[in-house]
T-cell receptor
Framework: DAKTTQPNSMESNEEEPVHLPCNHSTISGTDYIHWYRQLPSQGPEYVIHGLTSNVNNRMASLAIAEDRKSSTLILHRATLRDAAVYYCILPGSARQLTFGSGTQLTVLP | SQTIHQWPATLVQPVGSPLSLECTVEGTSNPNLYWYRQAAGRGLQLLFYSVGIGQISSEVPQNLSASRPQDRQFILSSKKLLLSDSGFYLC????????????????FGSGTRLTVV
């Protein structure tokens, strides 16, 4: 299964945009890119996913590189409630999610 | 709409006692089901997944087992708990898709925090 690489931690100021990067150089042509986040003491929450084109929803935007070897999750205006661990995942052959260490996002007031 | 139920929310069990955690999904049919565990300060580890009734795949050898007696029911069990079984257990589901494409998000339950004493 393809693996992903993310920075361990990032900081952002409140109400500023946040760009969370993810590298997935071994991605296959049919792998969707999923993003989840986990707030303290809660289960992971789906954020967004995409295949080739950039995607937008009420929570975030996903920018996918043309070669699909990297992607960026964009939070347009970070709030204190966005502080969480963000995971970039390529589901496996049985559609199972394998979580790495993710990126711990700290939002500063 | 689809919902996932997981219970209990917290559980304290003595070493050597049995365990049964239940997860049910409503509002969908033929889901893929998953059990994850998160030890304190650690990442999420996939324990089991199921693509159908009676079909269980184990990712990591454990003191645990899983069963899927009904389409939308997934049970995590242990005959004798160990201290190392303590952690945050999460059930999740995803739609059963054809073509091998994972173009739907996964939904997680609220979790069970298990403490083995």
């Amino acid at each position: 299964d393809a693996k992903t690489t993310q920075p361990n931690s990032m900081e952002s100021n409140e109400e500023e945009p946040v760009h969370l990067p993810c590298n997935h150089s071994t991605i296959s042509g049919t792998d969707y890119i999923h993003w989840y986040r986990q707030l303290p003491s809660q289960g992971p929450e789906y954020v967004i996913h995409g295949l080739t084109s950039n995607v937008n929803n009420r929570m975030a935007s996903l920018a996918i590189a043309e070669d699909r070897k990297s992607s960026t999750l964009i939070l347009h205006r970070a709030t204190l409630r966005d502080a969480a661990v963000y995971y970039c995942i390529l589901p496996g052959s049985a559609r199972q999610l394998t979580f790495g260490s993710g990126t711990q996002l700290t939002v500063l007031p | 709409s689809q919902t996932i139920h997981q219970w209990p929310a917290t559980l304290v069990q003595p070493v050597g006692s049995p365990l049964s955690l239940e997860c049910t999904v409503e509002g969908t049919s033929n889901p893929n089901l998953y059990w994850y565990r998160q030890a304190a300060g650690r990442g999420l580890q996939l324990l089991f997944y199921s693509v159908g009734i009676g079909q269980i795949s184990s990712e990591v050898p454990q003191n645990l087992s899983a069963s899927r007696p009904q389409d939308r029911q997934f049970i995590l069990s242990s005959k004798k708990l160990l201290l190392s079984d303590s952690g945050f257990y999460l059930c999740a589901w995803s739609p059963r898709l054809t073509g091998g494409l994972t173009n739907y998000g996964y939904t997680f339950g609220s979790g069970t925090r298990l403490t083995v004493v």
